[in-house]
């Protein structure tokens, strides 16, 4: 069936340190959105990248739709990224329906 | 511009009462979602609107939950009776697009409810 699976589930870091993050998708997609979702529940828009590279200060992402994977990269991490980052995928053919993962869930330490 | 706006930001109720949620989303956005998180689950999706149509209800339980938007603008989402099973944060998002075509979904702060 149809799956969203992120790796790693869980990650500690310490402040300073890089990291990447993995999103593979079971089939091709039509939008792919990284979301981080802050202490208090609320999801924020990292970036909508269905395909290609994209950069947004310390954070950047990939996606390579023919090998059905995307990456999201964080750089110089700070202890104010730290939460749970989600990949969502909308599946070709379907009603741009975002299917959530797991969430990949990031402590950043001092 | 706004956000998507949901409201109430909280609520707590026993199990087989009712409870209602209120999403207004981003002007001028055709589509609008409803998702359930569990703690500790990436959200799921509940029911999908294209303008006041419904496009995708496949996981809403029907037996206890509705959801209408009636001017194709913001949206009710109730549950009637609730059970324990029900304590989520329920998560209102839109899009300019929706169908088959692409489209950035943004979020609202959601609404926690728990069920005691």
């Known amino acids: 069936g149809i799956q969203v699976e992120q790796s790693p589930p869980d990650l500690i870091l310490q402040e300073g340190a890089n990291s990447t993050l993995r999103c593979n998708f079971s089939?091709?997609?039509?939008?792919l959105q990284w979301f981080h979702q802050n202490p208090w529940g609320q999801l924020i828009n990292l970036f909508y990248?269905?395909?290609g590279t994209k950069q947004n200060g310390r954070l950047s992402a990939t996606t390579v739709a023919t090998e059905r994977y995307s990456l999201l990269y964080i750089s110089s991490s700070q202890t104010t990224d730290s939460g749970v980052y989600f990949c969502?995928?909308?599946?070709?053919?379907?009603?741009?329906?975002?299917?959530f993962g797991a969430g990949t869930r990031l402590a950043v330490h001092p | 511009e706004a956000g998507v706006a949901q409201s109430p930001r909280y609520k707590i109720i026993e199990k087989r009462q009712s409870v209602a949620f209120w999403c207004n989303p981003i002007?001028?956005?055709?589509?609008l979602y409803w998702y359930q998180q569990i703690l500790g689950q990436g959200p799921k999706l509940l029911i999908q609107?294209?303008?006041?149509?419904?496009?995708?209800d496949s996981q809403l339980p029907k037996d206890r939950f509705s959801a209408e938007r009636l001017k194709g603008v913001d949206s009710t989402l109730k549950i009637q009776p609730a059970k324990l099973e029900d304590s989520a944060v329920y998560l209102c998002?839109?899009?300019?697009?929706?169908?088959?075509?692409?489209?950035?979904?943004?979020f609202g702060e959601g609404s926690r409810l728990t069920v005691l």
């Open positions: 998002a839109s899009s300019l697009v929706g169908s088959t075509n692409t489209g950035e979904l943004f």
């Open positions: 089939d091709s997609v039509n939008n």
């Open positions: 990248i269905p395909s």
């Open positions: 969502a995928v909308a599946f070709s053919g379907g009603y741009n329906k975002l299917i």
């Open positions: 002007s001028g956005h055709a589509t």
């Open positions: 609107f294209q303008n006041n149509g419904v496009v995708d």
